[in-house]
């Protein structure tokens, strides 16, 4: 329930805001200075002057740094989740929309929570709340449009990962059996030696017209995978085959 503070003849609702931020990545987590104090700060100046109208900042903090707004796995945002439901927050503050959530289905879910427990939301930086129905409308609007972003975003990584993958680039992951990765091109050169083997497997699967049989023989003939050394120098042993 909600505290009231009264002051001569006017009554002030006392409305307990919590400030959460979040960083996609942890690149520059441990500077003095982060992107997440940034959001805070800008955010907690906004509650502070909002002191007229009964706005208390929660003092403690919801920081997500290093994770992403496609879901809700987020440590410090399910902990804001459980103090909301316990009564303990009535007005969630963050520096924009998308740090709550890059997702429009998990959005919705998050303000349906928000008004089962009667909590506000206010994104400062795009002047709007959900408090009203103007604001609940602009920020459907502007979550399909930070969604469509994100989806653009994917969609062209996707086109440069096949772009690369055409010309013979090595996009990443365990190197493969037969295959060497040129450090300088990041492109795959054919292994000699083991390319012998590759082929050897071929010819082994297409007798047997097995996969399970094939491992078999691999296993007996003790063959293993790829052993590679990393970047930072460590070495990764082969496994022999299963089946």
Same mark, same amino acid.
């Given at each position: 329930?909600?505290?009231?503070?009264?002051?001569?003849?006017?009554?002030?609702?006392?409305?307990?805001?919590?400030?959460?931020?979040?960083?996609?990545?942890?690149?520059?987590?441990?500077?003095?200075?982060?992107?997440?104090?940034?959001?805070?700060?800008?955010?907690?100046?906004?509650?502070?002057?909002?002191?007229?109208?009964?706005?208390?900042?929660?003092?403690?903090?919801?920081?997500?740094?290093?994770?992403?707004?496609?879901?809700?796995?987020?440590?410090?945002?399910?902990?804001?989740?459980?103090?909301?439901?316990?009564?303990?927050?009535?007005?969630?503050?963050?520096?924009?929309?998308?740090?709550?959530?890059?997702?429009?289905?998990?959005?919705?879910?998050?303000?349906?929570?928000?008004?089962?427990?009667?909590?506000?939301?206010?994104?400062?930086?795009?002047?709007?709340?959900?408090?009203?129905?103007?604001?609940?409308?602009? @920020?459907? +609007?502007?979550?399909?449009? =930070?969604?469509?972003? !994100? /989806? *653009?975003?994917?969609?062209?990584?996707?086109? &440069?990962?096949?772009?690369?993958?055409?010309?013979?680039?090595?996009?990443?992951?365990?190197?493969?059996?037969?295959?060497?990765?040129?450090?300088?091109?990041?492109? @795959?050169? +054919?292994?000699?030696?083991? =390319?012998?083997?590759? !082929? /050897? *497997?071929?010819?082994?699967?297409?007798?047997? &017209?097995?996969?399970?049989?094939?491992?078999?023989?691999?296993?007996?003939?003790?063959?293993?995978?790829?052993?590679?050394?990393?970047?930072?120098?460590?070495?990764?042993?082969?496994?022999?085959?299963?089946?």
């Amino acid at each position: 329930m909600k505290k009231t503070d009264k002051n001569n003849s006017s009554q002030i609702t006392r409305k307990r805001c919590a400030v959460y931020t979040r960083k996609s990545t942890t690149e520059n987590l441990d500077s003095s200075f982060t992107s997440l104090d940034a959001q805070r700060e800008s955010c907690e100046a906004f509650i502070s002057s909002q002191k007229l109208n009964g706005w208390v900042l929660v003092t403690d903090h919801y920081d997500d740094g290093g994770f992403s707004g496609g879901d809700m796995d987020r440590p410090a945002f399910q902990q804001l989740m459980l103090d909301i439901a316990d009564g303990k927050i009535d007005c969630v503050v963050v520096y924009k929309v998308d740090r709550l959530s890059r997702s429009l289905a998990d959005f919705i879910r998050i303000v349906q929570k928000f008004e089962e427990y009667d909590v506000g939301f206010v994104s400062i930086t795009q002047s709007f709340d959900t408090g009203t129905s103007m604001g609940r409308l602009m @920020l459907n +609007v502007l979550l399909s449009f =930070a969604q469509f972003e !994100r /989806e *653009i975003i994917s969609e062209r990584t996707r086109d &440069k990962i096949t772009a690369a993958k055409k010309k013979g680039k090595w996009v990443g992951g365990y190197p493969i059996l037969g295959y060497d990765i040129n450090s300088d091109t990041h492109s @795959l050169v +054919v292994n000699e030696n083991e =390319a012998v083997q590759v !082929r /050897e *497997i071929y010819d082994l699967y297409l007798k047997n &017209k097995s996969m399970g049989i094939t491992a078999n023989e691999l296993q007996q003939r003790k063959w293993m995978t790829k052993s590679w050394i990393t970047k930072s120098g460590n070495v990764v042993k082969g496994e022999i085959f299963s089946g």
